[in-house]
Nanobody
Framework: EVHLVESGGGLVQPGGSLRLSCAAS????????MTWVRQAPGKGIEWISG????????SYVDSVKGRFTISRDNAKNLLYLQMNNLQPEDTAVYFC?????????RGQGTQVTVSS
Protein backbone atom coordinates (compact mmCIF):
# COMPACT_ATOMS: atom_id res chain seq x y z
CA GLU A 1 0.00 0.00 0.00
CA VAL A 2 1.35 3.39 -0.99
CA HIS A 3 1.94 5.55 2.06
CA LEU A 4 3.20 9.13 2.01
CA VAL A 5 3.76 11.24 5.12
CA GLU A 6 4.69 14.89 4.88
CA SER A 7 6.33 16.87 7.66
CA GLY A 8 8.25 20.07 8.27
CA GLY A 9 5.57 22.68 7.85
CA GLY A 10 4.92 25.51 10.26
CA LEU A 11 4.57 29.24 10.76
CA VAL A 12 7.33 31.39 9.30
CA GLN A 13 7.81 35.09 8.68
CA PRO A 14 8.11 36.45 5.13
CA GLY A 15 11.62 35.85 3.87
CA GLY A 16 12.05 32.79 6.04
CA SER A 17 12.78 29.21 5.12
CA LEU A 18 11.35 25.77 5.72
CA ARG A 19 12.35 22.30 4.62
CA LEU A 20 9.55 19.86 3.96
CA SER A 21 10.05 16.10 4.00
CA CYS A 22 7.97 13.29 2.61
CA ALA A 23 8.52 9.75 3.86
CA ALA A 24 7.44 7.16 1.33
CA SER A 25 6.67 3.48 1.80
CA UNK A 26 4.77 0.65 0.19
CA UNK A 27 6.12 1.11 -3.33
CA UNK A 28 9.36 1.34 -5.26
CA UNK A 29 10.25 4.92 -4.43
CA UNK A 30 13.49 4.87 -6.41
CA UNK A 31 11.53 4.06 -9.57
CA UNK A 32 8.84 6.69 -9.09
CA UNK A 33 8.44 10.22 -10.32
CA MET A 34 7.59 12.41 -7.35
CA THR A 35 5.94 15.80 -7.13
CA TRP A 36 5.03 18.44 -4.61
CA VAL A 37 1.66 20.12 -4.86
CA ARG A 38 -0.06 22.63 -2.63
CA GLN A 39 -3.53 23.89 -1.88
CA ALA A 40 -4.01 27.42 -0.67
CA PRO A 41 -7.13 28.36 1.31
CA GLY A 42 -10.15 28.41 -0.96
CA LYS A 43 -8.17 27.34 -4.03
CA GLY A 44 -7.53 24.18 -5.97
CA ILE A 45 -4.47 21.96 -6.05
CA GLU A 46 -1.43 23.59 -7.63
CA TRP A 47 1.51 21.58 -8.93
CA ILE A 48 4.72 23.27 -7.83
CA SER A 49 7.62 20.90 -8.42
CA GLY A 50 8.56 17.50 -9.74
CA UNK A 51 11.64 15.32 -9.79
CA UNK A 52 12.57 12.32 -11.90
CA UNK A 53 13.92 9.06 -10.53
CA UNK A 54 17.59 10.02 -10.74
CA UNK A 55 17.19 13.70 -9.88
CA UNK A 56 18.57 14.90 -13.21
CA UNK A 57 15.64 17.03 -14.28
CA UNK A 58 13.80 18.81 -11.47
CA SER A 59 11.07 21.15 -12.59
CA TYR A 60 9.22 24.04 -10.95
CA VAL A 61 6.27 26.29 -11.45
CA ASP A 62 7.42 29.79 -12.29
CA SER A 63 6.23 31.26 -9.01
CA VAL A 64 8.73 29.22 -6.97
CA LYS A 65 11.71 29.05 -9.34
CA GLY A 66 14.86 30.27 -7.67
CA ARG A 67 13.29 29.94 -4.21
CA PHE A 68 12.33 26.28 -3.86
CA THR A 69 14.53 23.22 -4.41
CA ILE A 70 13.22 19.70 -4.72
CA SER A 71 15.45 16.73 -3.93
CA ARG A 72 15.23 13.08 -3.04
CA ASP A 73 17.16 10.40 -1.20
CA ASN A 74 16.35 7.09 -2.83
CA ALA A 75 18.30 5.15 -0.20
CA LYS A 76 16.05 6.54 2.53
CA ASN A 77 12.80 6.80 0.54
CA LEU A 78 12.60 10.50 1.30
CA LEU A 79 11.51 13.44 -0.79
CA TYR A 80 12.37 17.00 0.21
CA LEU A 81 11.35 20.53 -0.62
CA GLN A 82 13.66 23.30 0.53
CA MET A 83 11.72 26.54 0.54
CA ASN A 84 13.55 29.84 0.84
CA ASN A 85 12.39 33.45 0.78
CA LEU A 86 8.86 32.36 1.63
CA GLN A 87 6.09 34.82 0.93
CA PRO A 88 2.50 35.10 2.20
CA GLU A 89 1.25 33.73 -1.11
CA ASP A 90 3.10 30.50 -0.35
CA THR A 91 0.68 29.82 2.51
CA ALA A 92 -0.94 26.49 1.77
CA VAL A 93 -1.12 22.84 2.68
CA TYR A 94 1.73 21.05 0.92
CA PHE A 95 1.44 17.48 -0.29
CA CYS A 96 3.84 15.05 -1.88
CA UNK A 97 2.31 13.04 -4.66
CA UNK A 98 3.02 10.08 -6.88
CA UNK A 99 1.19 8.01 -9.43
CA UNK A 100 1.25 4.22 -9.37
CA UNK A 101 -0.82 1.79 -11.39
CA UNK A 102 -2.85 4.60 -12.90
CA UNK A 103 -3.82 5.95 -9.50
CA UNK A 104 -2.68 9.12 -7.81
CA UNK A 105 -1.54 9.06 -4.21
CA ARG A 106 -0.70 11.84 -1.81
CA GLY A 107 -0.20 12.19 1.92
CA GLN A 108 -2.20 14.07 4.50
CA GLY A 109 -0.23 17.24 3.87
CA THR A 110 1.68 19.68 6.02
CA GLN A 111 0.55 23.25 6.66
CA VAL A 112 2.84 26.11 5.74
CA THR A 113 1.81 29.55 6.94
CA VAL A 114 3.80 32.63 6.00
CA SER A 115 2.85 35.62 8.06
CA SER A 116 4.39 38.42 10.03
Amino acid sequence: EVHLVESGGGLVQPGGSLRLSCAASGFDFSDSLMTWVRQAPGKGIEWISGIDVDSTAPSYVDSVKGRFTISRDNAKNLLYLQMNNLQPEDTAVYFCRTRRGGREFRGQGTQVTVSS
